[in-house]
């Protein structure tokens, strides 16, 4: 995520910031900083372990495996959102009064539109789920005719 002042050639993100296409680490631990790396991280990693289980899901295993899988796809969507409200809050009422020139780059719509396929395939794979689960064959009737 990163925002860059318009018309100049700096830009800041949550790992390094640039000045003149020359670039540095964040030297200062801030809170907000660390909690928004922490959540994006957590979401990363919620996000690959849930398509790895929906991928991964056998006939035998299926269920236990697809349900883990949009379970965790929806949490990793809810940290993403998390740090992406903290990482808005903060660079909106700090930088938003210091600078009046500034926007939000194209890392940042990504993590929106990530969030919102994260959930979504958190959605799709619970829905797969309950469906897997409700189509299971029917013992047959005997009929008397």
């Not at 318009?6 to 200062?28: V, Y």
């Not at 907000?32 to 991280?41: E, I, N, S, V, Y």
């Not at 938003?96 to 993590?111: A, E, V």
Request: glycine content about 10%; overall charge positive; proline content about 1%.
């Amino acid at each position: 995520m990163q925002y860059r002042y318009s018309g100049n050639a700096a830009n800041q993100g949550l790992w390094r910031f640039c000045i003149n296409r020359k670039c540095h680490a964040h030297t200062l631990s801030v809170a907000f900083w660390d909690a928004t790396r922490a959540f994006m991280l957590l979401s990363v990693l919620g996000c690959f372990a849930g398509v790895v289980l929906g991928i991964s899901a056998s006939k035998r295993v299926q269920s236990r495996r697809v349900r883990t899988g949009g379970i965790t796809l929806l949490l990793s969507g809810f940290l993403a959102l998390l740090a992406l409200a903290i990482y808005t809050g903060m660079t909106v009422n700090f930088f938003g009064k210091r600078y009046i020139d500034w926007r939000f780059s194209w890392s940042y719509i990504l993590g929106w539109i990530g969030i919102i396929m994260a959930l979504a395939a958190g959605v799709v794979q619970l829905y797969a789920y309950q469906r897997g689960g409700s189509c299971e064959a029917a013992p047959a009737s005997v009929s008397d005719s």
